[in-house]
């Protein structure tokens, strides 16, 4: 037990770790000191808890659209679009509840938050039925279907979703009564955290203690065998994926309700993408994921401290974030990209020329 | 060009030493030994001809050749010095020109564009096509090949076309040494007909042809000498004039040992399985199996021998419910199958052992555990409200192990780390463990130890006392012997008359290299 724990974790503590060391040398070679920008880092992070809050505040949204992609990489669909359905989700929540006034509170957020979920969930099956009906790679339809999304987005902000008063391209705020109610204000550690977290419970539990998720697991490992086996790998895709858009839908409805409050065109730094990070960091199982969520919304938020102390520029972060996953895949044995199984590809190769 | 036209069968000109020698090439695979010392010599101007079953190790000894493999010991000599190849261009640049099984044509580009990427030398940067089709054509006539349209796309053009052009791409760099794997496997009698000119062509001009195979007919037919292998072994070298056909099929086949045959007690007369006309169609558009037709009864062991490739994994395929065929029915206990999906041919109880077990039976990453629950019937018995019942399928789990003496680190340990006897302990325990009506049971001990085989067959024959209906699909001839009550030889997607044990393997293995018996 301990023994498979540790296979699991040990490749991405490495991984943290040669970023990091990585990071500090491009710091040294700019001019500036490691340590010290390491520990405003740190601090910036932990050294308060407003910054607890904080990282709070950047991991949920990561956390949410982790599992989005958790769920979908486990099933061996290669959902790459979580950032395009985080946005269908927050445009949901953006549109409906600038339009919901008087609704009980609690009932009104839960609608909307199902809102963002089914439009996260609708916006992925355009790509899981592409892949069902057209034999058309998920990854390049995904991928596609974020900028369709932004594009989309960025239509409704300027026209028919623009602010009724302002001139801004953005849409109204949202009837406060639909505001994620905040844990300890004024901190903004909101209600999506602990959301967010009974989610990757869920997910757990779908994943390794239902049947579902157990045939999922199997379709995503050998989609030969679970098809061999009698499972419906087929209905699983569709369903996998569907879930993922809606994990991530609900990631942007959250973000919306929570913090923005309203939608405009540069809602998202990019959750959909770094979450595809956040999900491998993960080691793709839903423990994993919220300790990856959380590094990251830790970097996010002590970047700007290292900045100011350091002087160091908190793009930093992003160098950080994409060497973790360099090394990672690097470390890593396990392909994360799909094999094809060509029906005779195994026959007279090389390795296989005895049998 | 060296050699006299028209070299003599087998004729070895004295003094000089074999175009292609050797010697004590031994090669091994996770611990099999798929090239167990191979002594062989093939001398210019002569088609040679390398026979044997599935795994007896003559394509290994041809990647070896073609530079693909390296072997772990032993030595090759062209015209007397020794040479190494560590890639498949080494082995070209030294003469040596391979015309795989496995076409390896680029089928978006056209005839002259694929012929480009062997004509041209690599270095040069500009594509001359002019050049293509001028030494294209001189080529083709040099050695009397139909040149197919030049401008045609690869992906239209017959398989016999194809196949030309493959030749044609091998003869690029004019070798000393054309190796064919199993070239007339896709061809028409009337394509394998042109292919033998071909080859007696390259011969006329010195080349030497060797021809890997498992048909006895075309041995006899073309090759001047012949080779058998059998389990990485060379058992014989003979001109082909003096050897006959049964000869050689023995040899294939192995000594012909005395079979312990388990006897059947004919309690049950019921037909379980009952399978009409089937017909199928591969990949390529090739007619697979043709108006198959058989039937077996509760209790029942029938054994399907042949060569792989001969419509094996079509009729494993339409069992198991992965494949629609073309036309015909599978009935079982007299219920007509209405759907062709796993699921649909589980819920009918038809079980299944599929011939690769790591690809088609097992999720390697996956536990022990979850292994014995891979089956939608097993999944369904400990399914409660869509969740598993853990504690249940745990004991089944455990229940299995014990029964079937499976061995392993522990129950949640990945089944990838355990031997491949005990990976098919696994899906034997499993398929076995819903009881099904029939078992269809694909080379179920290919690759295995003496222990694990035994073990296996062990659970045919228990699970057929039981009154299942038993369909053995095997390359083995000793298991076919050993288990079956009735045996077919299934030889170009057809299916031969029921022949009752005990039967001669020579027989069998006239059967299988497409000779009627």
Known sequence: MVQRVARQVVPSLLAVAAALATSAVLIALSGGDPVTAFQAMLSGAFGSLDSLSEVAVKACPLLLAGLAVAVSFQAGVWNIGAEGQLLMGAL?????????????GWLGLAACLVAAALLGAAWAAIAAQLRLRRGVNEVI????????????????????????????????????????PRLFPPLRLHLGLLLALATAAGVYVLLYLTVAGYEMRAAGLNPNAAR???????RR???ALMLSGALAGLAGGVEVSAITHRLYERFSPGWGFTAIAVGLLGRLSPAGVVVAAVFFGALDAGSNAMQRAAGVSSVLVSVIQATVIL????????????EYHGTDATVGSPTTGRS | ????????AGSIVSGMPPRLAVTGVRKRFNGVEALAGVDVEFHAGEIHAVLGENGAGKSTLMYVLGGFLSPDSGRICIDGSAVAFATPQAARAAGIGMVHQHFTLVEALTVAENLALSLLPQAEWRLDMGRVVTDATVLARRVGLELSPLDAPVAELPVGARQRLEILKALAGTPRVMILDEPTAVLTPLEVGQLFTILRELRAQGCVVIFITHKLREVVEVADR????????????????????????????GDVVPVTRRVHDPVHHEVVLRVAQLRAVDARGVEALTDLSFTVD????LGIAGVDGNGQRELFEILSGVRRPQHGSVEVGGQRLGEFTPRAALSAGIGHIPPDRQRDGLVLPMSVHENCLLHCGVLARFSRHGFLRRTDARHFTAELVRRYGIRMPAIDAPVRLLSGGNQQRVVVARELAQQPRVLVASNPTRGLDIAASAAVAEALVDIAQRGCAVVLISTDLDEILDLSDRIHVLSRGRLSPPLQPPVERERLGLLMGGSAG
């Open chain 2, 298 to 301: 509760a209790g029942e062991i």
């Open chain 2, 226 to 253: 012949v080779t058998v292998m059998r389990r990485g072994r060379v058992v014989l070298t003979q001109p082909s004039t003096a050897v006959t056909e049964s000869v050689l099929a023995e040899q294939m086949v």
């Open chain 2, 1 to 8: 060009m060296l050699g006299a036209t028209g070299a003599s």
């Open chain 1, 141 to 180: 339809s995904t991928i596609m279907l974020n900028f369709i999304a932004l594009g989309v987005i960025s239509y409704l902000v300027q026209g028919p979703l623009m602010e009724a008063g302002g001139n801004y391209p953005q849409t109204d705020a949202i009837a406060p009564a639909l505001w994620m």
């Open chain 1, 327 to 338: 090394f990672l895949v690097a470390f890593e044995r396990r392909r994360w990209w799909p």
């Open chain 1, 228 to 234: 061999l086996a009698g499972i419906d790998v087929d």
């Open chain 1, 237 to 239: 895709v569709l369903f």
């Open chain 1, 92 to 104: 949901a929540m953006a549109a409906i509840g600038s339009r919901l006034g008087a609704f009980p």
